[in-house]
Every structure is written in C-alpha cells, then in structure tokens.
C-alpha cells in the first residue's frame, strides 16, 4: 500500500508541476517576462550586446564546477561559470555532432529536419535564412567565426562576415601512443601552438582588441577534448597516470536494457576491443588520462579567450555563452564515446554571463536543453524570436535560477528514439517499442532501469507527453561523416 501510494504521490508531482508552470513559462516564453526589464536588449553602458560564442566540442560534464569528476582541472571554465550562470542539468538535441550543431545553430530539432547522423548534410534542409549566424547578420551584427562551428564538410561560410581556418593539427610527433577500438590518443611533444585550437584563441583575442563599428557576433570553436586525444605532455602531467580514478561502472549494467539499449552500448565496439587489451583496467585508465589531458588543453584556451574579453573594452557589454555540443561515454555502460541517449552522452556544460542580467555565482539546476541557446540570444539582444524556432527562451532563468519551469530536457538519436530528462527522471523511449526509466535523484549513474516496476507506467505516460510528435524520416547520407 505505501508503494502504491508513492507511486500516486509521484505522479501528482508531475502532473502539478506542469500545470502550475505552464502560465509561468508561457508567459516568459511570449516576451511577457524577458529582458525588456534589463534595458530593452542593450547593456547596462547603453550599448547593443555583444555575443562571444564559444562551442566545445565532445566536451561532457567532467568540469571541475560539475562535479562529475573529481579529478580534472578546468579553472578557466570554472571561472566563467562563478561570474556567469551554470546550467548544471543542460542536454543537446542530439549526442552526435552533426545532428547536435545542425539543431542548436537552426533552432529546428532532429526530429524536424531528419538530420540524425554525422554524414547527413543538414544544408539541405536548412536554409542560411534560418541559422544563428544569419539571424544576427541581419540584425545588423558583425558576424565572425573560427574553428569548429558547424560539423566539418558540412560548413556554410556565407552564414559568417568572415571564417577564421588558419593553424592546423602538427606537433612534430608523440612521446607515447594509444589506442583500442576507435579511442586513439597521443602525448605530443610539440607546444600549444601546434594544435589549431591556440590558432582559433589567438584569432579570437586579436577581434577582442580591435575597434568594431557594429555589435559583434564572435563565435570561435575549439576542438578539443575531440579525437585523436593528442595534446602537448605538459598536459598529460598533469594527471599522473598511478593516480587516475575510474569512474563509477556496473559491469551488469546491461543486463536490465531492453535489446535497443543493448545494441547501443555495444555498437561500435569499442569496449570488447579494451577487453582484448593485455591489460584493460590500464588502458582504461590511460584513455581517462588523455581524455582529461585534453579537457585541460582547451580549457588552457578558452582561459586565454575570456582573459581577453576581460581586459577589452567589451567586458561590460558581451553576453558569454560556453556549451559542449554533447557528452562522452568513458566506459559506463561499456560504453564509449556519445551516440547514447544516457547521462553521460546527454550533458554537457552550459553558462551563461549576461551584464545586467545574471547575477555572479549563480546555478540553474532546472534541467534544459541546447535547443534555447538561439532563442535566450535572441531575447536578450531585444529581438523577437524567428517563427521556426522550436526553442524557448531562458531569460527568466537567467534573472532568477529559481524561476519554476515546466519544460524538460529533450534529447533525440536516431529515427523516433527521444530521451525525456526531468530534474527526477530520465525516460528514453525507442522506435522498436523499449523503453527505460531511470530515478536520478536514487540512482543518477543510471543503474536500474525501473521501467517495467509496478506504478512506473502513470510516470511514463506523463513523460511521453513530452516526446516530439514529429519524427522526419532520415535525409540522405552523404559521405563518411566522422565524428
């Protein structure tokens, strides 16, 4: 009877919280409630807002201010966030780069355009009249970008005033190399400047002390913590290797998945490949190494990027915004790299830091997702919303990270398989019929699946009201893709 109970009681919670939030939201999602009351888009100097748009890439939830992981070193990112607005439970449309971007810059979800996979040319399927970038350019914004914006092959330069591609990949080869499956990495013995990402911050500290006429759109892309996991050693010495952590891990965490959950983790065989290795527990922890080796290299350039803006004559009139396109497996469910619609693929870091708007310190803990990036810029730079827009505004968290809010997290990969995340459940729904439910407040590595328990189906059926009622067959796939 008390469980039959719980599971009423729960239930309820969802049902009121939706209910006593909708007005709230819908209301600050209409322009009722948005930054008119911080200065009608402009900065507290008077002058139109500046962007300084920095996409990371592969970059999940290992940042010190997190908390994911105990371990890696990111005082630049950490910074950003105590002067700015972290969203601790922030999720991509997509875990996959190309779908991930396509959707963020467009506004329009996967699930819209059928841009799925990494070698799906979203170009075919949004126009430059509905991207980011041109949004602001004709908005009268200088509209400039470097490094990776858009997933690479797939680029559309003409949605910039100019597109930084100077520096590449050198480094004069490896004091030492790995590798298992699809995970490589190398510990370089070149120095920072022989990675593009230096290029990229470079370029983007050299607009930061240029005179600009026209408010600016700044959007450099760093790389890094990508593969191959080849950064400078000075990097990797950070993270003695006798000291690496492994993270959480199940090894039956499979066994309650339904066979879609299973096909997922297993796909690209990446973890049978660390079984074969002489000596799998270490190599595992030499691939954590590198992974945070790299973390630590692009944060070391996101540091030399915000110093800049610091020190510019910006500072008070640039809205930063720092997001990770995705998150990354580092074997939990025997799983690696994205590709999941579990925790660990899904989120990424998030901050905001509007002057005039955001209060320094501050942590949003209202789960959202990427889609809301375009949309929130629009807003706090005074202008409406474009229709095609599928995203909300965040404004109202952003003024106050206590704001009640009743949309959750959607995340989508692949044709019809969506992942719903709520501040107390994930529910991960796919083509074939499976189904998980996972209670993050008991169980945030996402162990039991509590789907099929008796009084899950009334939690499942609230949540799959949020699932898109659009799902767009697959466009064409067009070439290799990568990653």
């Known amino acids: 009877m008390a469980k039959k109970y719980a599971v009423i009681l729960s239930v309820?919670?969802?049902?009121?919280?939706?209910?006593?939030?909708?007005?709230?939201?819908?209301a600050s999602n209409s322009g009722t409630v948005d930054v008119q009351s911080a200065g009608k888009g402009m900065a507290p100097?008077?002058?139109?807002?500046?962007?300084?748009?920095?996409?990371?890439?592969?970059?999940?939830h290992w940042v010190g201010v997190l908390g994911r992981n105990n371990q890696v070193k990111t005082p630049n990112i950490d910074k950003l966030a105590n002067s700015g607005v972290l969203f601790s439970s922030a999720h991509c449309?997509?875990?996959?780069?190309?779908?991930?971007?396509?959707?963020?810059?467009?506004?329009k979800r996967p699930s819209t355009t059928g841009v799925y996979a990494n070698n799906n040319d979203w170009r075919t399927v949004i126009s430059a009249e509905q991207t980011m970038?041109?949004?602001?350019?004709?908005?009268?914004?200088?509209?400039?970008?470097?490094?990776?914006?858009?997933?690479?092959?797939?680029?559309?330069?003409t949605d910039f005033d100019f597109y930084f591609r100077g520096g590449r990949d050198g480094g004069g080869g490896a004091n030492e190399k790995g590798s298992f499956g699809g995970i490589k990495w190398g510990m370089m013995k070149g120095g920072d400047d022989d990675l593009r990402d230096y290029h990229v911050a470079e370029w983007a500290m050299g607009e930061l002390n240029k005179k600009h006429e026209k408010p600016f759109f700044l959007a450099p892309g760093i790389f890094r913590p990508h593969m191959p996991w080849n950064v400078p050693q000075k990097y990797y010495d950070l993270f003695p290797l006798e000291t690496i952590q492994?993270?959480?891990?199940?090894?039956?965490?499979?066994?309650?998945?339904?066979?879609?959950?299973?096909?997922?983790?297993?796909?690209l065989g990446d973890w049978e490949a660390l079984m074969k290795t002489a000596n799998p527990?270490?190599?595992?922890?030499?691939?954590?190494?590198?992974?945070?080796?790299?973390?630590?290299?692009?944060?070391?350039?996101?540091?030399?990027?915000?110093?800049?803006?610091?020190?510019?004559?910006?500072?008070?009139?640039?809205?930063?915004?720092?997001?990770?396109?995705?998150?990354?497996?580092?074997?939990?469910?025997?799983?690696?790299?994205?590709?999941?619609?579990?925790?660990?693929?899904?989120?990424?870091?998030?901050?905001?830091?509007?002057?005039?708007?955001t209060k320094a310190g501050s942590v949003c803990s209202t789960p959202v997702d990427f889609m809301n990036i375009y949309p929130t810029l629009a807003k706090l730079c005074g202008f409406e919303i474009p229709r095609h827009v599928e995203g909300v505004s965040m404004v109202p968290l952003l003024q106050n990270v206590n704001t009640v809010w009743n949309l959750p997290a959607?995340?989508?990969?692949?044709?019809?398989?969506?992942?719903?995340?709520?501040?107390?459940y994930r529910y991960i729904a796919y083509d074939k019929g499976g189904e998980e439910l996972y209670d993050e407040e008991k169980d945030p590595y996402?162990?039991?699946?509590?789907?099929?328990?008796?009084?899950?189906?009334?939690?499942?059926?609230?949540?799959r009201k949020y699932l898109p009622k659009t799902n767009k067959s697959e466009i064409a796939r067009t070439r290799g893709g990568g990653e």
């Open 410 to 424: 959607v995340t989508t990969h692949g044709f019809n398989n969506h992942a719903v995340r709520t501040k107390k």
């Open 246 to 267: 492994l993270p959480p891990y199940k090894k039956d965490d499979l066994d309650d998945m339904p066979e879609e959950g299973k096909r997922m983790a297993l796909a």
């Open 45 to 60: 100097d008077g002058k139109p807002y500046n962007i300084l748009f920095i996409p990371v890439d592969d970059l999940n």
């Open 281 to 357: 527990e270490l190599e595992w922890k030499k691939a954590i190494r590198a992974y945070m080796a790299c973390i630590a290299y692009a944060d070391a350039m996101i540091g030399k990027i915000i110093d800049a803006l610091d020190k510019s004559d910006y500072k008070n009139n640039t809205i930063v915004v720092l997001w990770g396109d995705h998150g990354w497996h580092l074997n939990e469910k025997n799983h690696w790299r994205k590709f999941s619609l579990w925790e660990e693929a899904t989120r990424a870091p998030l901050i905001f830091r509007v002057p005039g708007v």
């Open 12 to 26: 309820l919670a969802i049902v009121v919280y939706a209910c006593s939030t909708t007005k709230k939201a819908a």
């Open 93 to 107: 449309a997509a875990p996959i780069c190309c779908p991930s971007r396509a959707a963020l810059m467009s506004g």
């Open 446 to 463: 996402e162990w039991h699946n509590i789907a099929n328990e008796p009084g899950s189906r009334a939690i499942i059926n609230e949540l």
């Open 133 to 157: 970038p041109t949004f602001f350019k004709t908005k009268g914004y200088e509209v400039l970008g470097g490094g990776k914006i858009y997933h690479g092959g797939f680029d559309r330069d």
